[in-house]
């Protein structure tokens, strides 16, 4: 039996949503896969990740073992798009893809919720995994140790630009930069902003997307792994995007605009060093599926 799996690359935090909110969009990694008797194989990714520790196969084998099923073997190829470390939920793509074949394939029965729920202690938080899996605009919570999450609409008027650097940031190096505490006007503050962020997503509100895209809790701690951080920001803002925030971890940036400004990116980011490269982007509505 062959399998084919496309998982949408996810935008995790979205300003003050660290950690609970994500959106995915119109970028993929598309995975194959082939069962067999017995043994894993693999093809089109790097050597040093073909093995049992490769997170597609993890989230494969602990579907199934979820479901009592019998792993069998299986062959994973890659065809992927979606850049490494660039803060696109690169990761997530692999174990989605994963659970949702081992799904399929095995007979496993499982809803998007349960295989959600399988794969979010796997990535480790659930601001990825769930817009991966269900497509759309996500807001994820754990409670006493249980999985909960909503999905939000998304203004068609808002336009998203995903600017991605020539270089990564690796999500422990930024995990290790913020603090281990912090104050309770920074939380308020953030608690504050994500409950207008949500609403402003919704009414695509650009007057009130502004303001309630700052944060406290990361992006300060952050913008100095991300070379350029300042210029690609006021070169964004040249552009006609007046909002601009790091995609999951960097370094990959995003803007909103409520105009397509594509040829105003492109022509601005090309004067600047780091190869940054513009993707418009659309909200991926689906998620992880079989094609």
Known sequence: ??????VPATSANIGPGFDSLGI?????????FTYMESGISFSGCDKKYQNEYNLCYVAY?????????NIGGVHIAFSCDIPVARGLGSSATLIAAGAVAANKILGCGFSKFELAKICTPIEGHADNITPAIFGGFTASMMHEGHLYTLSYPVSEKLKFFALIPDFEVKTSVARSVLPKAYSRADVVYNISHVAFLIKALETGNMNTLIPALTDKIHQPYRTDLIHGYAEAQCAAKRAGAPVFFISGSGSTCMCISD???????EKNFKELPNSWKVYPLTVDKYGAMII
């Open 1 to 6: 039996m062959k399998v084919t799996v496309r």
């Open 24 to 32: 995915a969009f119109s970028l993929y990694n598309t995975f194959e």
């Open 61 to 69: 084998k602990k579907v199934a073992e979820s479901a009592g099923k």
């Open 259 to 265: 105009k397509d400004i594509s040829e105003e990116l």
